[in-house]
């Protein structure tokens, strides 16, 4: 289990109207509305949506998990970013799932060392590596 043993921030945010609504968090920061994108048949244009939601926190997430590790390891980063890409598609037999593919990026630093870095990014610190562990097909690449 990837329960934290003591909850330090909570995010709050709320949705209405689903996929076709409005969010709001609760310090007012994130306000905007969400459209279905045109591939998943609806009409695009402005406004979010849950994947990229998800891609964005993911990307974060996991970059600062890479320079926790690398900070711990004397490793200095001058450099790095992380790209996240999550598709959504029907799954069987029933519902829809989702596949991430980050892409990292770590300029500078020697192959190997960078691969270590990641590894243990995904396998010991990111939150979102935990939750989605075992849940959803996650690829990493260095580029």
């Known amino acids: 289990m990837s329960n ?3 909850v330090l921030y909570t995010a709050t945010a709320t949705a209405k109207g689903g ?3 409005h ?3 609760s310090d007012g920061v994130l306000d905007f509305d969400l459209k279905v994108p045109k591939e998943l048949g609806g009409p695009g244009g402005a406004g979010s949506n849950p994947e990229q939601l998800f891609a964005a926190g993911y990307a974060a997430c996991f970059e600062g998990a890479v320079r926790y590790v690398a900070r711990e390891k004397k490793v200095a ?3 790095a970013s992380v790209t996240a890409h999550v598709g959504i598609g ?5 519902g829809f799932g989702i ?3 980050l892409d990292v990026s770590l300029p500078g630093i020697d192959r190997a060392v960078a691969q270590e870095l990641v ?3 995904h396998r010991d610190i990111c939150p979102y590596s935990h939750a989605t562990r075992g849940n959803v097909d996650v690829q990493i690449s260095l580029v």
Not at 90 to 94: D, F, L, N, V
């Open 19 to 21: 996929r076709e609504g």
């Open 23 to 25: 969010i709001h968090s």
């Open 77 to 79: 980063l001058k450099d």
């Open 99 to 101: 596949a991430v593919k």
């Open 90 to 94: 029907p799954r069987e037999p029933t």
């Open 119 to 121: 590894d243990t990014a």
């Open 4 to 6: 934290p043993t003591k």
